[in-house]
């Protein structure tokens, strides 16, 4: 049989069927595409102004080293726009380092400046050494992932206030936010339901303002780009990973997906639609600073200081 022709360009040969649109692309034709739709979320969701300093959370894994190329492609069209990676090392042994060394390599043959911070310096403890602690004191009710995720939040924060942006963009693929969506319907928190956005509020002048510019972008298609564009990105999961409840969420959307083609845009784009209703209805705390460390909280103990007191 002849092979198929990308239904794009009609000239090269395909490489990749894409399930939801029916296209068959070619390599330079897909990873185009992915360009394009990347450029489309930021204008169509109003992320950047022409001269943002906007700082990308890199972790080392593919979605967010294709996010920092494509970025840096951008950047060549918006000359005043000025980029800064930032990775936050969580500490964990045989993990995250290989990762950082990545993250470093990467950003070096990009030319991009690069700012790590690291739980350790932040908290006074390595991810690895909170969960030990944990386990020794037998608190086992949260995972690693649960103090990773408030931790992790906070670094990012604290790294991109560090390097003056204005934004920080993190490689939220749509599969994360479609995960995202059904894990907070699976709480029953609503709150976080509506808050969780392609761009977030500015509720804080302490808070550096969020932005997701792939998450209208398949897990699977940014996996692709990067291998395409031989990035080198870290394969290998986090030894905490399988911890997660999302987890169990990932398969199921992901089996959901293999029956019914579109399942993950269809849950976001019911979310984006929802989300103006429900924003009406919850109460929007105000921000107050953490009694402990002075950064922005609902409460008067933040959430990553009151998981550290714990451990204390
Ligand atoms: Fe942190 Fe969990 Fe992700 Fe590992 S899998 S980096 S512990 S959130
Ligand atoms: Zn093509």
Redesign the pocket.
Known sequence: MAPLICTCCRHNDAFYFRAYSGECLCKKCFAQSIEAKVRTTITRCHMLQFDDHLAVAVSGGKDSLALLYILAKLHKFRPKTTLTAVTVD?G?KGYRDEALDIAVVNCKKLGIPHHIVSFKELYGFS?DEIIEQANQRGQTKLT??AY??VL?RRAINAGARAVKADKVATAHTLDDEAQTVLMNILRGDIARLAKEKPVSDKVHPMFVQKIKPFCEILEKESALYAYIKNIAFQDTP?P??SQ?LRNDVRGMLNRMEEKHTGTKFTVFRAMEKLRPAIEETIHKDAFKVCVECGEPSALNLCKACELLQQLR
């Open positions: 969580e964990i991810l690693a992932c990773c995720g992790r986090c905490y990973a997660a």
